[in-house]
C-alpha cells in the first residue's frame, strides 16, 4: 500500500495516463494533460484535520490555490477547478490496486474524481459516480 504523506506530488490519471494540471493561461480551470516537467502539474497535499481524520486540502504547486468545484455544488459531472469555495478530498487506497488511489469529495459521497479518457475534448477531470472497475477514478500520485 502507498501511504502518502504531505508534500507535492504529480497525481496521475491510471486510465488516460494524464497528469492534473493548471491552465496556466486562465490559473483557473483544472485539465487533464500529458506529463511534462513543469509546475503547473505540481500539487501540494496538507491535511486537514479542522475537517475531518484522512481529509486532504490539494492546491496548485505554483499558485497556491486550493482545489475545489467550479459550479460549487457537490453533483455528478461538476468539473474541479482553483477557484471559488475549496473543499476537502478524501483520498483512499483502491481496493483491488494498493499502489492507486481514489479521490472523493468531502463530506463522504459516492463522487469520485474522474478523468474521461475517450470522450474528445473532455480532458477536464469532473465528478463521477463510483464505479469499482474504472481506472478513469483511479490516481498514482508521485512526489516530486
Not at 12 to 26: F, H, I, M, P
Not at 100 to 129: C, F, N, T
Amino acid at each position: 500500500m502507498t501511504e502518502l504523506s504531505e508534500g507535492v506530488y504529480r497525481i496521475v490519471n491510471v486510465g488516460t495516463g494524464r497528469v492534473l494540471a493548471l491552465d496556466s493561461a486562465d490559473q483557473v480551470t483544472v485539465v487533464g494533460e500529458p506529463g511534462v516537467e513543469d509546475g503547473w502539474q505540481h500539487w501540494l497535499l496538507s491535511s486537514a484535520p479542522e475537517i475531518g481524520d484522512g481529509i486532504w486540502f490539494i492546491a496548485n504547486g505554483l499558485t497556491g490555490a486550493r482545489l475545489g468545484l467550479g459550479e460549487g455544488l457537490v453533483s455528478e459531472g461538476a468539473h474541479v477547478e482553483c477557484s471559488g469555495t475549496p473543499i476537502g478530498w478524501q483520498i483512499t487506497t483502491d481496493e483491488t490496486h494498493p499502489d492507486r488511489h481514489r479521490i472523493a469529495v468531502w463530506p463522504a459521497s459516492e463522487l469520485v474524481l474522474a478523468l474521461p479518457g475517450h470522450d474528445i475534448g473532455s480532458e477536464q477531470p469532473g465528478l463521477k459516480l463510483y464505479a469499482p472497475t474504472s481506472d478513469t477514478q483511479q490516481w498514482q500520485f508521485h512526489r516530486t
